[in-house]
């Protein structure tokens, strides 16, 4: 029996001045609410519906009726890493990928791709620019237990410490994307993308 797959989107519930607070301090509270709303939602819009996996939004500080169209969940109480093995670990039987709710590039072939790596390896990551990640997937749910152990999560060394947790198998890398963290990272988007998500009214 061939099991489903299964996408986590790891998202903060839009709150003014709770989002993107990076981001905030170079483009103001508000812009920094409404880039994260509208990346948000143009990703969800973009994978819930795609019939080669089942999506649900993880949501923190807890479920909100938002957006529509996509089940939730509440992340929970603890750290970055207890909380997302905590929503992977609750998906139904098959491999289970997470990605983060703020790369404006990402979309359906990328899941697609990291599903696809999961047929002949353990576990597959997208690597960011800055050392961390926007994608994990594990093929094997006991590969959750520990899986982010001692992590130093928002610094150069977030993948490489979870790569470490993994030593002897079999891992894939997808490409390298970038998250929007900065004001400068904004402009980096806008320079490439002009009708990507600004914040603007």
Known sequence: MTLRHHLVIFARAPRLGRVKRRLARDV????????????????VRRLARDPRWRCVLAVT?????????????AQGPGDLGQRMARAM??????????????IPDLGPAHIARAFRA?????????PAEDGGYWLVGVRDRALLNGLFRG??????????????NLAGRRIARLDVLDD???GSDLERLLSRRPGAPSGGA
């Open 61 to 73: 500080p807890e479920p909100a009726r938002w957006p529509p169209g996509i089940p939730r969940l």
């Open 89 to 102: 670990a609750a998906q139904p039987p098959g491999p289970v990928v997470l990605v983060g709710s703020d």
């Open 151 to 164: 992590v130093r999560w928002s610094t150069a060394h977030t993948l490489a410490d979870t790569l470490a």
């Open 28 to 43: 103001g509270a508000l812009a920094a609410w409404r880039f994260h709303r509208q990346t948000t939602e143009r990703l």
């Open 180 to 182: 929007v963290d900065t």
């Open 118 to 126: 999961l047929a002949g390896h353990d576990a597959v990551f997208g």
